[in-house]
């Protein structure tokens, strides 16, 4: 083996036994283990650099968190107002949209309005511009019939002609005209039911409002489809909103935006609960649509129902000889089906009272519902106070119970300590008495007996506070007996109902409240029995005081006793004698404490039983408060799922609401049918009570017609008679024949339009009838509807249940989140609990880390030390070396005596290789420890620097021994003496060699331990840092649950603003209702009224039309009999005009309103006309 091999095997075993691997190492494995040892160091040092530069990263990157921390705040500031503002102008767009829809349905209101009354207009106008020219037309008739001028013709006797000039005529009508003696026409029999009259109007009319109806489907079919465009247009902008945000949270989502993933996520639900709305308007549109199709059916059959009437008027044109008998029929059937229509009606009215009653009182019980669950929750919260009031009480029954027994045992000493002074009394007074026997004054046996007395008094006393407490406490165990029961006999079935049923929980509630109220009696009874104690002990102490002021008393009387005992046998005697007495009071008085013993100790044993008792009512308080947490969990639990079961509540209240919007609609509409079929029956009373008018009026005018017709043939057969004599007015009757026969014509053509009047009539009739079949259909599907309303409220009803459910469950989990925001106040408190002594242990570690810091200086100390002992050392080597040069004289001294000593310098040359190898593995060894101590602290350069030192010394040792060695071959001969030297110098390297080693050893001992502190103070730093991110880490997740509780609450005040919201519309939406309602109720009555109007007017024209034929015939009448008297026409010069004379009967003038004279003028125009028939005058 060479000597390098050596070297390094010699090295590495050191390194090795000074890093504590003393396993054996073999030649062959020496270069394994040599990589293995340098690739050992250089990953300590590498693992080294790496923990330094770890700690540096992550110093750097709390600093780079530090500083990305505003700007993260800021981020989620601006996202959220950026969501705010994305949310403002998707509201602003649907009031946009709401409010140009509204727009839009006022302006084509407006031109609906407005095309109508252009269309009226026109007609007027129209009607105007006829009236008008019919006006002229007969202006200009009647001023060519009053000034036609028959020119007048006088003859002079000369035989000359005279043309009388142009005068205006005027005539004066005297008589009425002589009855024709021409054939009388037949008189056609006029129907007597003028119901048949109207039935094409109603016919007519029914059309009209089936049309209006159609129109107002078509109206509200527009408008449902532009509510769902709107909802589609609402639902795309949110959907262009929700892929706008996850574009902006693509990048990284801050925590805000993470809370509002749960509400995204309802509006979710609740767009689908829209789309299940959508499709449920689109069915209710498909049946709208049919609806249209068979009012448009029923149009079509309508028209063909009137073609089918008209042929039928033809038919009965040829049957008007039947009519009077059908009239009468028809009479009674219409009175019986006007009874029918009437009671139906009457009947649908108290149907419709009733059932806005059942609304109104549907509404009263819903408003009482929302009293009552306001009277629940407040009810709820109450008694919640009252189970933490009980529970405060609870924890004060134990204080008291605990305060209690101690004060019990305190009693006990003091008792127990009575009873050893009142043992200390008897032996002393049975001391007394052994000693000084019986003696003394007149005096001490009346204290004696006052003493006996009190203690009597005393016993008395104990006696009857022991059975006092003995009652209570046997009264008060007895009470709460019964109360203890139910508690103890709960099982889990009583605790699934009490969360399944609300009257058991009520039951609980009430028997927790009267354990409540048996407690505090209790109590009170306690406290009572305390204040009693209290007092007792007050008596006792002062009863003490006097007890104790008696025995020394007692003691002076002794003594006065002892100093006169010795003067007087007498006394002696007395004294013996009162010792006695005293003996049996005490022997009885011994009895009687040793029976208020066994009494104190059976009272003992009473309370012990009472306490038991009340530890195990304890217990079983302590166990339903058990039970009582556990049903916490268990509600805890169910407020979770009712957390989620009121997000789907949420979605059906929209809906719900949705639901309520359209049954108010609905309501409206059958409100608005319901005005209709009132609006109807008032038009059919109103026709009704018209054609019965007109009935009777016609009926009067055939009558009047009849009687004027008799007259003229009475008239008539008297003027045949003189026809003979008259034979020069024959032509004159021939005209007012003619006359009479267009009279007649007329007559005939009025007959015949009256009796198409009355086959209308009875065609309307039908159709009347069909329509009080439509009207009674009608009807029953109001009912139908009725039904479907009454159905629809008992599930509005159960809604509305739910809901209250819903809201109380939505109030426990507000109590929940409530007690959930308390536990994590009280862990945000703990967490600064642990803070604070997390610091405090900061505060410890900093301490140790002075203190290793402290050693740190003073192993610098110490290594400063070990540097002094190296420059000893190296003192020492200094001396050596002179030394060393005194032997090299002495071997130039010795030169001579060199041959003799070679063998001897061989053997100096192998221990001189020895010595080298020592300072080999010596050199070896500094390296190692001056790399060690340079990779460890460069806080140690001092003592590198003197080691360098010493390695220089070592190698000018080294120099020397060279130079030795060549001089040692000189002197070989003075090697025999330096042998001896040489020993002596191997034995102070082998000392240096051993402290050399024992310092190294110091050396890498301190430099472990100096290791294991830093190791331990980055340990120590870590979980600092770790405690540190764990604090940051627990700030998050509060500041996240404050986030979240701040979120709910705005849910919350949200949905209570909705709610709100949605009530405020609920009754804007009553108002207008009820304005509508009264709106249609006043229309209603103006058209009434109208109506009425109108009939009258109609009524008072056709009495002037009769007024004027009849003048108009009698005018006629009155010139035909001024013709055939020959009455002169200058006399009628002086008469009145043609309007005053014209009246066959005076009558008084009635003073007309506009309305009626503007309707007026029409007929009298038209009377006027036929005045050039019946007026002409002979040429």
């Not at 009319?205 to 109206?219: F, H, P, T």
């Not at 009874?339 to 419709?352: P, Q």
């Not at 001391?431 to 009597?456: N, Q, T």
């Not at 139908?784 to 249940?801: F, M, T």
């Amino acid at each position: 083996m060479s000597t390098t091999a050596e070297r390094k095997f010699v090295n590495l075993r050191k390194r090795l036994d000074q890093l504590g691997y003393r396993q054996p190492l073999g030649i062959d494995t020496l270069p394994l283990v040599e990589k293995l040892f340098s690739d050992l160091v250089h990953t300590t040092e590498s693992l080294r650099n790496s923990k330094l530069s770890a700690g540096k990263t992550e110093k750097e990157s709390r600093n780079l968190d530090a500083l990305l921390e505003p700007y993260k705040t800021e981020n989620a500031r601006l996202v959220r107002e950026n969501n705010e503002l994305h949310l403002g102008l998707l509201k602003l767009r649907e009031e946009k949209d709401k409010l140009s829809r509204e727009l839009k349905a006022y302006i084509r209101k407006l031109d609906h309005e407005t095309s109508d009354l252009k269309f009226l207009n026109n007609q007027y106008v129209h009607k105007v511009r006829s009236l008008e020219k019919e006006n002229m037309v007969r202006t200009e008739r009647i001023q060519q019939l009053q000034e036609k001028n028959m020119q007048a013709v006088v003859q002079t006797p000369g035989g000359k002609k005279r043309n009388i000039p142009f005068r205006r005529q005027r005539m004066q009508i005297d008589e009425l005209l002589p009855p024709s003696l021409g054939p009388t026409p037949a008189v056609v029999a006029q129907p007597d039911d003028p119901y048949i009259a109207d039935l094409l109007q109603v016919a007519d009319d029914r059309i009209q409002e089936l049309q209006q109806d159609v129109n107002k489907l078509q109206v509200d079919l527009e408008r449902t489809q532009a509510g769902i465009k709107h909802l589609n247009t609402q639902v795309e902008e949110r959907d262009k909103e929700i892929e706008r945000l996850n574009r902006a949270l693509d990048g990284g989502r801050p925590y805000d935006v993470i809370s509002l993933e749960a509400q995204n996520i309802s509006n979710e639900k609740l767009i689908a609960h829209l789309n299940l709305q959508i499709e449920y308007l689109q069915e209710t549109n498909r049946t709208l649509e049919q609806k249209v199709q068979g009012l448009q059916q029923r149009k079509a059959d309508a028209s063909a129902e009137a073609a089918n009437l008209s042929v039928r008027n033809q038919e009965l044109c040829q049957e008007l000889t039947h009519i009077d008998k059908l009239a009468q029929q028809l009479e009674k059937d219409k009175e019986l089906v006007l009874e029918t229509a009437d009671e139906e009606l009457e009947e649908a009215k108290r149907e419709l009272l009733r059932q806005q009653g059942v609304i109104e009182d549907l509404e009263k019980v819903v408003s009482k519902l929302k009293r009552d669950l306001l009277e629940g929750e407040h009810d709820k919260d109450r008694v919640r106070d009252q189970l933490a009031d009980s529970r405060e009480q609870n924890e004060k029954m134990e204080g008291l119970l605990n305060f209690l027994e101690e004060e019990k045992r305190r009693l006990q000493d003091k008792l127990e300590k009575m009873t050893l002074a009142e043992k200390d009394l008897v032996l002393e007074l049975e001391k007394m008495r052994m000693r000084y026997g019986i003696c003394g004054k007149d005096r001490s046996p009346s204290r004696l007996d006052a003493f006996v007395k009190s203690l009597e008094e005393e016993r008395d006393y104990y006696r009857q506070e022991a059975e006092k407490y003995r009652r209570t406490r046997g009264g008060g165990g007895t009470s709460r007996s019964p109360s203890l029961s139910p508690a103890r006999g709960r099982s889990p079935r009583t605790r699934s109902s009490w969360h399944g049923r609300g009257d058991s929980g009520e039951v609980d509630i009430f028997r927790v409240v009267k354990e409540r109220d048996d407690l505090q009696a209790v109590l009170l009874g306690f406290e009572k029995h305390m204040e009693e104690i209290q007092t007792k002990v007050k008596a006792l102490t002062s009863e003490r005081d006097q007890l104790s002021a008696q025995y020394q008393q007692i003691q002076e009387e002794l003594r006065r006793v002892r100093r006169e005992s010795g003067t007087s046998p007498e006394l002696q005697q007395r004294l013996r004698e009162e010792r006695e007495q005293a003996d049996a009071e005490l022997q009885r008085m011994t009895s009687e404490r040793d029976t208020l013993r066994e009494r104190l100790k059976v009272a003992q044993t009473t309370a012990l039983t009472d306490r038991e008792q009340e530890e195990r009512r304890i217990l079983d308080l302590e166990s339903t408060i058990q039970t009582l947490e556990r049903e916490r969990m268990d509600l805890r639990v169910q407020v979770s799922m009712l957390k989620q079961r009121a997000e789907t509540v949420e979605a059906e209240l929209g809906a719900r609401t949705s639901v309520m919007v359209q049954s108010a609609e609905q309501t409206a509409q059958q409100r608005a049918e319901s005005g209709a079929l009132r609006l109807l029956q008032e038009q059919m009373e109103q026709s009704l009570s018209d054609v019965q008018h007109r009935l009777s009026v016609k009926t009067s005018e055939l009558q009047a017609a009849h009687q004027k017709i008799e007259r003229l043939e009475d008239r008539i057969s008297d003027l045949s008679h003189h026809g003979l004599s008259q034979k020069d007015e024959v032509s004159v009757l021939q005209s007012a024949l003619a006359t009479l026969d267009r009279e007649k014509d007329s007559l005939q053509d009025t007959v015949d339009q009256k009796t198409e009047t009355m086959a209308l009539l009875q065609d309307e009739l039908h159709s009347k009838e069909k329509t009080l079949k439509e009207v009674r259909l009608t009807v029953a599907d109001m009912e139908n509807s009725l039904d479907q309303l009454k159905g629809a409220l008992s599930s509005r009803e159960r809604e509305i249940s739910s809901l209250r459910r819903q809201l109380d469950s939505s109030q426990e989990e507000l109590a929940a989140v409530g007690r959930d925001r308390e536990i994590a106040l009280r862990e945000n408190r703990r967490l600064q609990d642990d803070l604070a002594t997390l610091t405090r242990e900061n505060q410890a570690v900093h301490a140790e880390m002075e203190e290793a810091f402290h050693e740190k200086d003073e192993l610098k100390m110490r290594v400063q030390s070990y540097i002094s002992e190296v420059a000893r050392i190296e003192n020492l080597m200094a001396a050596k070396e002179l030394e060393n040069r005194e032997m090299l004289e002495r071997f130039r001294m010795a030169h001579t005596q060199a041959e003799e000593w070679e063998a001897q310098l061989q053997q100096a040359e192998g221990v001189t290789n020895s010595i080298r190898l020592e300072l080999l593995s010596a050199d070896t060894e500094r390296r190692h420890l001056r790399e060690r101590v340079s990779h460890q602290e460069r806080e140690i350069q001092e003592h590198m620097s003197a080691l360098q030192a010493y390695e220089a010394q070592v190698s000018s040792l080294a120099r020397g021994m060279s130079r030795l060695e060549e001089e040692m071959q000189l002197a070989r001969g003075e090697k025999g003496s330096v042998v001896a030297d040489l020993a002596a110098v191997r034995e102070l390297c082998v000392k240096l060699d051993s402290s050399k080693e024992l310092t190294a050893r110091q050396l890498t001992a301190k430099s472990m331990e100096l290791e294991r502190v830093l190791g331990e103070l980055e340990d120590v730093r870590s979980e600092g840092e770790l405690l540190k991110k764990q604090l940051a880490s627990e700030r998050l997740t509060v500041r996240n649950l404050e986030t979240l509780l701040s979120t709910n609450r705005q849910k919350e005040f949200q949905t209570h603003l909705s709610s709100s919201e949605r009530e405020a519309e609920l009754k804007l939406l009553k108002d207008r209702l009820a304005l509508a309602d009264s709106k249609t109720a006043g229309h209603a009555r103006e058209v009434s009224q109208l109506r009425g109007k109108l009939s009258q007017l109609q009524t008072e024209m056709d009495v002037l039309k009769r007024q004027l034929t009849t003048e108009r015939f009698e005018r006629e009448r009155a010139v035909q009999e001024m013709r055939r008297q020959g009455v002169s026409f200058s006399s009628l010069r002086s008469s009145s005009p043609l309007s005053t004379s014209l009246s066959p009967r005076p009558h008084s003038p009635r003073p007309l309103s506009p309305e009626r004279s503007s309707i007026l003028r029409t007929p009298e125009r038209t009377a006027d006309k036929p005045l050039d028939k019946s007026v002409s005058f002979k040429e």
